[in-house]
């Protein structure tokens, strides 16, 4: 198909998408108004369950399960990812040397390290009482953990990550769900049923399975994100093709 | 218009000019920078529709780790093609 | 103007990332295109969620029921694919990587030429 002619199907498609849109948009309820019937319901379950973070509540009580597919994407997507970003056999690994860093970069990015990492953890165990929770925590804790790339270089970030073990705590969080949710099962419920006390509104240990399913996808995701990273930064700065068979090689 | 819709209008505004100069720069490493102001953006509009809890997960994904994401294969794919680049330093 | 513009911003959001996606040169480019594409989603839930005069739907810090909470299931939906969705966007990423590796470009006309 010729640009042209590509450009002219596109622009006639926007335009009956975007008609389609508008009219849509037009019936739905003014921005701002509207009644919302699952809202209201799942705030009163939410505080009959004593979990103060209603988000929280929906994600982590009433849709676990629909959550535990979220995060099998999210698994599925990192296993992808890192079978398709592994060293092949055309392909060289080059140990990066050490670069030197501006000093006050370096105490910035070594102070910052130590906050980020706690306010990751901080998050992850606050979800059931703040915003917050597994998802923000654990990309938060696991981004902290690459300050040391800036702030050092890349081989100390490679001695403070061992990848197997990552890898190994993305499934203990993906496995740890289940077994949470056996739990409910266990005590004569529905798979991932709250069935666990549900302790005193607005403190830590409050909201029974949540802070648990929480502290899972937590894990999950941190170790997710650092394995992500690394993979990349594999690619990046230390494969490179075999400067004599890259070109034909990959036939 | 009271002061909660003007506040969410102007945040309204900023996403949509963010998201078309993300599309219009058409150099992806450029792009990923434009992609963490409209994470930036985003989290800021999401924090006025009274929703901070997606606010904080688009935070820390919009503004750090799909930009970096970006920028490390920019990397990788321009490193294609050129064999003789030794400086792997950073 | 007030009472649809969020929805039609996020119409533009979704539009403009099309056009992105289907003019990319670039397959980097193309995914930063289709995070935008996502953007849109994640408006369009929140307005649609949004009550006026209402608060966040966190109780931790006033009395339960003493005003009116913005709808927390729109909120659980988005929040959920934002992360998940950057899992995705580093899977597109890998794949980009491997084309480039294979076929020593990343744009995707010269691509469908290299098909024949």
Redesign the interface.
């Known amino acids: 198909m010729s640009t042209a002619l590509r450009r002219w199907v596109l622009a006639i498609g926007a335009a009956g998408l975007g008609a389609l849109l508008v009219g849509a948009f037009a019936a739905l309820p003014d921005f701002g108004t509207g009644a919302h019937p699952y809202g209201d319901r799942a705030t009163s379950e939410s505080l009959a369950r004593h979990t103060a973070n209603v988000v929280s509540a929906v994600n982590f009580d009433q849709r676990a399960f629909d959550t535990l597919g979220e995060e099998s994407i999210l698994f599925a997507a990192v296993l992808g990812t890192v079978v398709l970003l592994r060293q092949t056999r055309d392909e060289d690994r080059v140990p990066p040397g050490s670069a030197r860093v501006d000093p006050w970069v370096r105490r910035y990015a070594l102070a910052l390290l130590p906050v980020a990492l706690v306010t990751g953890l901080y998050v992850v165990a606050h979800g059931q009482l703040s915003p917050g929770g597994g998802f923000q925590g654990g990309v938060i804790a696991a981004t902290a953990v690459h300050l040391l790339y800036i702030g050092a270089d890349y081989r100390a970030l490679e001695r403070i990550r061992p990848m197997g073990l990552y890898e190994v705590g993305d499934a203990i969080g993906e496995a740890g769900y289940l077994l949470v949710g056996v739990v409910g099962l266990l005590a004569g419920a529905s798979f991932l049923a709250n069935t666990l006390p549900h302790g005193t509104f607005n403190t830590l240990a409050s909201g029974g399975t949540v802070p648990l399913l929480n502290a899972a996808v937590g894990i999950e995701v941190a170790c997710a994100v650092v394995v992500l990273v690394s993979r990349f930064l594999d690619q990046a700065v230390e494969i490179t093709d075999d400067a004599k068979s890259g070109k034909d090689g990959a036939r | 218009m009271n002061g909660d819709d003007l506040l969410i209008a102007v945040c309204l505004t900023l996403v949509a000019v963010s998201a078309t100069a993300a599309v219009a720069v058409r150099e992806p490493a450029r792009q990923a920078l434009v992609l963490a102001v409209l994470g930036l953006t985003l989290a800021a509009l999401f924090t006025v529709l009274q929703a901070p809890d997606v606010a904080l997960s688009q935070l820390a994904v919009g503004s750090v780790l799909t930009p970096l994401l970006i920028l490390l294969s920019v990397r990788k794919v321009r490193r294609r093609g050129r064999v003789d680049d030794k400086e792997a330093g950073r | 103007m007030?009472?649809?513009?969020?929805?039609?911003?996020a119409?533009?959001?979704?539009?403009?990332?099309?056009?992105?996606l289907?003019?990319?040169?670039?397959l980097?480019?193309a995914?930063?295109?289709l995070?935008?594409c996502q953007?849109?989603t994640?408006?369009l839930l929140?307005?649609?969620?949004?009550?006026?005069?209402?608060?966040?739907?966190?109780?931790?810090d006033m009395a339960?029921?003493s005003r009116p909470?913005?709808?927390?299931?729109?909120?659980?939906l988005?929040?959920?694919?934002?992360?998940?969705?950057?899992?995705?966007?580093?899977?597109l990423?890998?794949?980009?990587?491997?084309v480039?590796?294979?076929h020593?470009t990343?744009d995707p006309?010269e691509l469908s030429e290299l098909r024949g």
Do not use: E
């Open positions: 007030m009472h649809v513009l969020p929805y039609l911003v119409g533009w959001i979704f539009l403009v990332g099309c056009y992105g289907a003019t990319s040169r670039h980097v480019h995914v930063g295109c995070s935008v953007a849109a994640y408006v929140l307005a649609v969620g949004y009550r006026t005069g209402g608060t966040a739907p966190v109780n931790s339960p029921r909470l913005v709808d927390p299931v729109v909120q659980a988005a929040l959920t694919d934002v992360v998940v969705g950057a899992t995705v966007t580093a899977l990423l890998a794949l980009v990587i491997q480039a590796k294979r020593g990343a006309d």
